[in-house]
């Protein structure tokens, strides 16, 4: 007989993802494929006015239309549905999921219909008749900050979500604020940077819109609810307490998610005012976001203004940092819409040893859609903020702006590094990731290269960012809902294996990488595990993805609860062997005493075997599963290094991306062809933020930018080939080592671009330009002298 | 996203499209390739009763000589007018233009004759038809009728066609030294601006140039101002770069929007005016090598 083939070991492979197929043959299923027996639709009518008092509702038309089961006005849902709540701890005002006598942005619902097809509800919802008096709106939020031209919400005067909250060097816990340090920072300084930038508004635009079915049985007095949500479980938190049912009562589903990018961490109106009216009617009812409506009523992104001002020595050593930010963060609060930009606050220090940093942050209500969280969510913006001013920095002082970073950065005998934001990174080695960055790039070759194209007219630039960002999102402290992940791992009988993870991805390949895992622990082929997610009613518990943490956290949970199981497996085997469990290895399919494969048992059958112990083992319950929850001690903190060359065309200002390169950092590695994958679309992103990306209001409120036709996100052509590669620094806070990449590409990219574009319009004496990099912004400077802000 | 309802029936000819459409009493529409109707229809912007598909009617689509003349069918997509050995061959600029607009996915469906019919003040194919002076010809109840592009494009989506009438194709002179060139609207890849441009150069001496613009204003038009400082100049880059600075000058009605201010898009006429002679010139000397 032929020796069985030897297994690879596959952590740390290139293992292409499994669930690929599926998703891009068109076999997976989305919450738009579930249908129910006796499902309902909703529509919503939206208000197409930005701020406006609800005079009037006539539903009369449509109630009669042929198909309608139902129409509710926002009154009528309150009796059904209390406000939504939030998960910070900031004050809000009260949010109705349907609105009931004001509407605060373009977009915001004002009554829904129940229908009996998805096309009888939007024609229903078209035949309602709202009429508006028109209030004043303010888009602006410096100008909304003045209370003028209006106030959008009565018990927050001058429109101040959060009033002015200090962070940094001299503040306390209790808020006391000494100002003693960063004063003398800057009175030491030789040379001070001063920027307003502002980091503008981006719509997530996920390929799958949102959508929800909710199924309340009355008979049984439990609800199931599918949605596209990155947090099942927290979801089925969220529509338990506002449907007034227990959580065992409550069921969430995300089957396939099309996307998320933190946009469906939030809890929507729309997925509670379903749940309310399948309990209320005792139906299910559906509903499915058309693009639409996903550019007004899924949450948008960023929209953040920094007054940034950096003190420095003339040898370029940075003294003192001073932040002061203003969120914009539209009409409403949402679930972490609050708690985003105090991200930008925490990372404030960036990669350096700033020995004082004073942060401030101010929240502002306008009449827009509410903002949350998008890809990088807070930390791209400090990102973009610090690494700016570094160049700007770099400039003033004629100094390179790698050696700049250099000169300032934490050492790796620092770490665990604690800065002034509060913030503890757990480990990192910043001048490996940007030697390798301009080694790869060959940093001084591109510098002549660049000369080069000037010498003949051309306008090429140059730029390079650092980024350190917080992820592995936990511990729970920093949660309302707790911050750990959760895994059940069950060996069944045939000796396959199921591995239930909380941390439920939407394109994180999390099969994949929670597979490879599993299968060297347990020496078994990867195609023998399944790892289940995104159902509570088979994930006992968990808490999502996002955060860049279902790796980190929900990867260590797997590998810990994997282990239980391996140790009480190795007991049944040691039974079956008649030797010690510690002397057994599992590999190749097998369970065998250390040194004499032949001896072994195959896996499957010690599995068999622990179904029906006969005869049981002394001290062991029978079946082999066992579930761990992983607390992280902190967060982790992944880094890296990105380089870009850009050509602008003189002639209409157009900006080409020629160049980028990318060393990342995010410990060890499961699996390097997902992690690059994760980085690709992080580029993509911040590389659409800092060139194309623009979600732009009107001054009435009106949003502009409301299709794909006039907000663009960027196609493959748009790029170069991406040079990636990877430095390793493990976290010291988990056992894998792993720090988390979901988001990464979105924080050097941006600030990097910005800083070759800068670079390239260096003649034209500009020192900082805003995002978006629009050709008719970049064509004003050459050709009007107009110098950006400088 | 969802557009109020319709029903649906398919063409098997001309005359068939004309009497399915007069049928409807005025609330149908013809349906080519669906990329400028379906949008307005799922923004409920348009709201036909009834969808006339004339995509599949038999000869409507292709591109082929017809005596001195090309001829492109109302119905060929976008792609096959990109991709056209005939077209590279004798005119690229008209292939050149095609491949320029919007993405695989538009070039797949959209089609020339939709495009004309509609009008959109940013699309491409207006301006090359202005600079070749296409002839379009159309059938309606009474019978053929043949409009040169310079009287076809009347205003803002308005174009001399009558709501019971449809185009068959477009007929023209094949012009090798032309070329086109467009800045695109990174969103929907529209043009911003958009020229058109064809050279009859004769001995290194341009005998009359054609330039049609497209996206400056609310609908495509001639640059004849251009047009006379080019004839009768011999072709050489001083002269184009002296001739495209005038380009738009006498243009009053420029657009605006978040793309592009009415400055700078106005500043942009004169460049790709340039680019455009410049592409033309280049095929005009190749041809003359
Ligand atoms: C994302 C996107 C990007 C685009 N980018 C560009 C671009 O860069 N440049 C550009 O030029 N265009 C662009 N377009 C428009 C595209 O080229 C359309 O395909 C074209 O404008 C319309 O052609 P169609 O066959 O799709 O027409 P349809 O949408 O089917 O019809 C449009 C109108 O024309 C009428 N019609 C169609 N055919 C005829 C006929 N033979 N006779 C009479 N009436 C007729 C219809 O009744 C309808 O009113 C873009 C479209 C999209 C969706």
């Given at each position: 007989?032929?020796a069985?083939?030897?297994?690879?070991?596959?952590?740390?492979?290139?293992?292409?993802?499994?669930?690929?197929?599926?998703?891009?043959?068109?076999?997976?299923?989305?919450?738009?494929?579930?249908?129910?027996?006796?499902?309902?639709?909703?529509?919503?009518?939206?208000?197409?006015?930005?701020?406006?008092?609800?005079?009037?509702?006539?539903?009369r038309?449509?109630k009669v239309?042929d198909?309608?089961e139902?129409?509710?006005?926002?009154?009528e849902?309150?009796?059904?549905?209390?406000?939504?709540?939030?998960?910070?701890?900031?004050?809000?005002?009260e949010?109705?999921a349907?609105?009931?006598?004001?509407?605060r942005?373009?977009?915001?619902p004002?009554?829904?219909v129940?229908?009996?097809?998805?096309?009888?509800?939007?024609?229903?919802?078209?035949?309602?008749?709202?009429?508006?008096?028109?209030?004043?709106?303010v888009?602006?939020?410096?100008?909304?900050?003045?209370?003028?031209?209006?106030?959008?919400?009565?018990?927050?005067?001058?429109?101040?979500?959060?009033?002015?909250?200090?962070?940094?060097t001299?503040v306390s816990?209790?808020?006391?604020?000494?100002?003693?340090?960063?004063?003398?920072?800057?009175?030491?300084?030789?040379?001070v940077?001063?920027?307003?930038?502002?980091?503008?508004r981006?719509?997530?635009?996920?390929?799958?819109?949102?959508?929800?079915?909710?199924h309340?049985e009355?008979?049984k007095?439990?609800?199931?609810?599918w949605s596209?949500?990155?947090?099942?479980?927290?979801?089925?938190?969220?529509?338990?307490a506002?449907?007034?049912?227990g959580?065992?009562?409550?069921?969430?589903?995300?089957?396939?998610v099309?996307?998320?990018?933190?946009?469906?961490i939030n809890?929507?109106?729309?997925?509670?005012?379903?749940?309310?009216?399948?309990?209320?009617?005792?139906?299910?009812?559906?509903?499915?976001?058309?693009?639409?409506?996903?550019?007004?009523?899924t949450t948008?992104?960023?929209?953040?203004?920094?007054y940034?001002?950096?003190?420095?020595?003339?040898?370029?050593?940075?003294?003192?940092?001073?932040?002061?930010?203003?969120?914009?963060?539209?009409?409403?609060?949402?679930?972490l819409t609050?708690?985003i930009?105090?991200?930008?606050m925490?990372?404030?220090?960036a990669?350096?040893?700033?020995?004082?940093?004073?942060?401030t942050?101010?929240?502002?209500?306008?009449?827009?859609?509410?903002?949350?969280?998008?890809?990088?969510?807070?930390?791209?913006?400090?990102?973009?903020?610090?690494?700016?001013?570094?160049?700007?920095?770099?400039?003033?002082?004629?100094?390179?702006?790698?050696?700049?970073?250099r000169k300032?950065?934490i050492?790796?005998?620092q770490?665990?590094?604690a800065?002034q934001m509060?913030?503890?990174?757990?480990s990192?080695?910043?001048?490996?990731?940007?030697?390798?960055?301009?080694?790869n790039?060959?940093?001084?070759?591109?510098?002549t290269?660049?000369?080069?194209?000037?010498?003949?007219?051309r306008?090429?630039?140059?730029?390079?960012?650092?980024?350190v960002?917080v992820?592995?999102?936990?511990?729970?402290?920093?949660?309302?809902?707790?911050?750990?992940?959760?895994s059940?791992?069950?060996?069944?009988?045939?000796?396959?294996?199921?591995?239930?993870?909380?941390?439920?991805?939407?394109?994180?390949?999390?099969?994949t990488?929670?597979?490879?895992?599993?299968a060297d622990?347990?020496?078994?082929?990867l195609?023998?595990?399944?790892i289940?997610?995104?159902d509570?009613?088979?994930?006992?518990?968990?808490?999502?993805?996002?955060?860049?943490?279902?790796?980190?956290?929900?990867?260590?949970?797997?590998?810990?609860?994997?282990?239980?199981?391996?140790?009480?497996?190795?007991?049944?085997?040691?039974?079956?062997?008649?030797?010690?469990e510690?002397?057994?290895?599992?590999?190749?399919?097998?369970?065998?005493v250390?040194?004499?494969?032949?001896?072994?048992?195959?896996?499957?059958?010690?599995?068999g075997?622990?179904?029906?112990?006969?005869?049981?083992?002394?001290?062991?319950?029978?079946?082999?599963?066992d579930?761990?929850?992983?607390?992280?001690?902190?967060?982790?903190?992944?880094?890296g290094?990105?380089?870009?060359m850009?050509?602008?065309?003189?002639?209409?200002?157009?900006?080409?991306?020629?160049?980028?390169?990318?060393?990342?950092?995010?410990?060890?590695?499961i699996n390097?062809l997902i992690?690059?994958?994760?980085?690709?679309?992080?580029?993509?992103?911040g590389?659409?933020q800092?060139?194309?990306?623009?979600?732009?209001?009107?001054?009435?409120?009106?949003l502009?930018?409301?299709?794909?036709?006039?907000?663009?996100?960027?196609?493959?052509g748009d790029?170069?080939?991406?040079?990636?590669?990877?430095?390793?620094?493990?976290?010291?806070?988990?056992?894998?080592?792993?720090?988390?990449?979901?988001?990464?590409g979105?924080?050097?990219?941006?600030?990097?671009?910005?800083?070759?574009?800068?670079?390239?319009?260096?003649?034209?004496?500009?020192?900082?330009?805003d995002m978006?990099?629009?050709?008719e912004?970049?064509?004003?400077?050459?050709h009007?002298?107009?110098?950006g802000q400088? | 996203?969802?557009?109020?309802?319709?029903?649906?029936?398919?063409?098997?000819?001309?005359?068939?499209?004309?009497a399915?459409l007069?049928?409807?009493?005025?609330?149908?529409?013809?349906?080519?390739?669906?990329?400028?109707?379906?949008?307005?229809?799922?923004?409920?912007?348009?709201?036909?009763?009834?969808?006339?598909?004339?995509?599949?009617?038999?000869?409507?689509?292709?591109?082929?000589?017809?005596?001195d003349?090309?001829?492109i069918?109302?119905?060929?997509?976008?792609?096959?007018?990109?991709?056209?050995?005939?077209?590279?061959?004798?005119?690229?600029?008209?292939?050149?233009?095609?491949?320029?607009?919007?993405?695989p996915?538009?070039?797949?469906?959209?089609?020339?004759?939709?495009?004309?019919?509609?009008?959109?003040?940013?699309?491409?194919?207006?301006?090359?038809?202005?600079?070749?002076?296409?002839?379009?010809?159309v059938?309606?109840?009474?019978?053929?009728?043949?409009?040169?592009?310079?009287?076809?494009?009347?205003?803002?989506?308005?174009?001399?066609?009558?709501?019971?009438e449809?185009?068959?194709g477009?007929?023209?002179?094949?012009?090798?030294?032309?070329?086109?060139?467009?800045?695109?609207?990174?969103a929907?890849?529209?043009?911003?601006?958009?020229?058109?441009?064809?050279?009859?150069?004769?001995?290194?001496?341009?005998?009359?140039?054609?330039?049609?613009?497209?996206?400056?204003?609310?609908?495509?038009?001639?640059?004849?101002?251009?047009?006379?400082?080019?004839?009768?100049k011999?072709?050489?880059?001083?002269?184009?770069?002296?001739a495209?600075?005038?380009?738009?000058?006498?243009?009053?009605?420029v657009?605006s929007?978040i793309?592009?201010?009415?400055?700078?898009?106005?500043?942009m006429?004169?460049?790709?005016?340039?680019?455009?002679?410049?592409?033309?010139?280049?095929?005009?000397?190749?041809?003359?090598?």
């Open positions: 007989m032929a069985p083939p030897v297994l690879p070991k596959l952590v740390g492979q290139r293992v292409k993802r499994r669930e690929d197929p599926r998703l891009i043959q068109g076999r997976a299923t989305y919450v738009d494929d579930i249908a129910l027996v006796g499902m309902q639709h909703l529509a919503f009518k939206r208000s197409d006015v930005a701020h406006g008092r609800i005079r009037s509702i006539d539903t038309a449509a239309m198909g309608v139902a129409v509710f006005t926002g009154a849902i309150a009796e059904l549905l209390a406000p939504m709540p939030i998960g910070t701890p900031f004050p809000s005002p949010h109705r349907v609105a009931v006598d004001t509407v942005y373009g977009g915001e004002v009554a829904v129940v229908a009996s097809d998805r096309y009888v509800a939007r024609d229903a919802a078209d035949a309602i008749v709202v009429s508006y008096e028109t209030l004043p709106a888009v602006d939020p410096e100008l909304a900050m003045t209370g003028k031209p209006t106030v959008i919400h009565p018990a927050f005067p001058n429109n101040l979500a959060v009033a002015l909250v200090p962070s940094g001299g816990a209790s808020g006391s604020v000494d100002d003693s340090a960063i004063n003398e920072a800057f009175a030491k300084a030789d040379v940077i001063s920027q307003r930038m502002v980091n503008q981006l719509a997530p635009t996920t390929m799958e819109p949102r959508g929800v079915v909710a309340y009355p008979g007095g439990s609800m199931t609810i596209s949500t990155q947090n099942p479980h927290i979801l089925r938190t969220f529509i338990a506002l449907t007034g049912l959580q065992d009562q409550v069921r969430a589903i995300a089957p396939e099309g996307g998320g990018f933190g946009s469906k809890i929507y109106g729309e997925e509670y005012v379903a749940a309310a009216i399948s309990k209320h009617l005792g139906i299910p009812v559906k509903w499915s976001e058309d693009r639409s409506e996903a550019f007004v009523a948008h992104g960023r929209d953040i203004l920094g940034v001002d950096l003190a420095a020595k003339s040898d370029g050593t940075v003294l003192g940092l001073k932040l002061r930010l203003i969120a914009d963060i539209g009409a409403y609060n949402m679930l609050a708690a930009p105090t991200l930008t925490l990372m404030a220090s990669t350096y040893n700033i020995p004082a940093i004073r942060a942050l101010t929240e502002v209500f306008t009449n827009k859609t509410p903002t949350d969280a998008y890809r990088g969510a807070g930390r791209p913006e400090a990102t973009y903020f610090v690494e700016r001013a570094m160049d700007m920095l770099a400039r003033e002082l004629k100094m390179d702006p790698a050696e700049l970073r300032n950065f050492k790796p005998h770490f665990p590094f800065t509060g913030a503890v990174y757990d990192g080695d910043y001048e490996k990731a940007l030697d390798l960055a301009l080694k790039a060959q940093w001084d070759r591109l510098k290269e660049r000369d080069a194209a000037r010498a003949q007219g306008l090429v630039g140059l730029g390079l960012s650092m980024y960002e992820c592995g999102v936990g511990p729970s402290s920093t949660l309302p809902t707790g911050g750990w992940e959760h059940q791992v069950t060996i069944e009988r045939d000796g396959r294996i199921s591995a239930t993870t909380g941390a439920s991805p939407h394109g994180q390949g999390n099969e990488t929670f597979a490879q895992m599993l622990q347990f020496g078994v082929p195609e023998h595990i399944t289940l997610h995104g509570t009613g088979v994930v006992k518990q968990g808490i999502g993805t996002f955060g860049s943490r279902s790796q980190a956290v929900g990867g260590t949970a797997v590998h810990m609860a994997g282990a239980k199981v391996k140790s009480k497996m190795a007991k049944f085997a040691a039974a079956l062997l008649e030797a010690h510690d002397d057994l290895v599992f590999q190749n399919g097998m369970i065998s250390k040194g004499s494969p032949a001896s072994g048992k195959s896996f499957a059958s010690v599995a075997y622990a179904y029906r112990p006969v005869p049981l083992p002394e001290g062991l319950e029978p079946g082999l599963s579930e761990a929850f992983f607390e992280p001690a902190n967060n982790t903190y992944p880094f290094c990105h380089i870009s850009v050509e602008i065309d003189r002639q209409t200002g157009e900006p080409t991306l020629l160049k980028l390169v990318a060393v990342d950092d995010a410990g060890h590695l390097p992690v690059e994958g994760q980085i690709h679309g992080g580029l993509a992103q590389i659409g800092a060139m194309i990306e623009e979600v732009v209001y009107n001054e009435d409120g009106q502009l930018t409301g299709s794909f036709m006039d907000y663009a996100i960027p196609r493959a790029f170069p080939r991406f040079e990636l590669d990877a430095t390793v620094t493990p976290t010291p806070l988990n056992p894998l080592g792993a720090k988390g990449v979901g988001e990464a979105t924080l050097g990219s941006t600030p990097c671009i910005v800083a070759a574009v800068v670079d390239a319009l260096s003649e034209f004496g500009v020192k900082h330009i978006m990099l629009r050709p912004k970049l064509w004003r400077i050459i009007q002298g107009q110098g400088s | 996203m969802i557009s109020t309802p319709f029903e649906y029936s398919r063409a098997m000819s001309l005359d068939d499209a004309l399915k007069r049928a409807t009493n005025g609330e149908g529409k013809f349906i080519a390739g669906g990329h400028s109707l379906v949008p307005l229809m799922k923004l409920r912007l348009s709201e036909p009763k009834v969808l006339i598909d004339i995509a599949r009617i038999p000869g409507l689509s292709g591109i082929r000589t017809k005596g003349k090309i001829e069918g109302a119905g060929t997509s976008h792609h096959d007018v990109a991709s056209s050995a005939l077209l590279q061959q004798v005119c690229p600029m008209v292939a050149e233009a095609a491949a320029e607009i919007g993405d996915q538009v070039r797949n469906r959209g089609t020339l004759g939709g495009s004309l019919a509609h009008a959109d003040p940013a699309a491409d194919y207006p301006a090359v038809m202005l600079a070749l002076d296409a002839e379009i010809h059938k309606g109840p009474k019978g053929w009728r043949m409009v040169h592009a310079h009287d076809f494009f009347r205003g803002l989506f308005t174009v001399d066609l009558a709501a019971d449809i185009i068959a477009v007929q023209f002179n094949p012009v090798r030294s032309a070329a086109y060139a467009k800045l695109h609207q990174r929907s890849h529209f043009a911003i601006v958009g020229v058109a441009v064809a050279l009859d150069v004769n001995n290194g001496v341009i005998r009359s140039a054609r330039i049609g613009l497209t996206g400056a204003s609310s609908y495509a038009t001639r640059l004849k101002d251009v047009e006379e400082a080019l004839a009768g011999a072709l050489s880059m001083p002269n184009i770069e002296a495209a600075r005038l380009a738009g000058a006498l243009l009053e009605d657009n929007d793309h592009a201010s009415q400055e700078y898009r106005r500043a006429i004169p460049v790709f005016t340039e680019r455009a002679l410049k592409g033309a010139m280049s095929r005009a000397l190749a041809r003359i090598q």
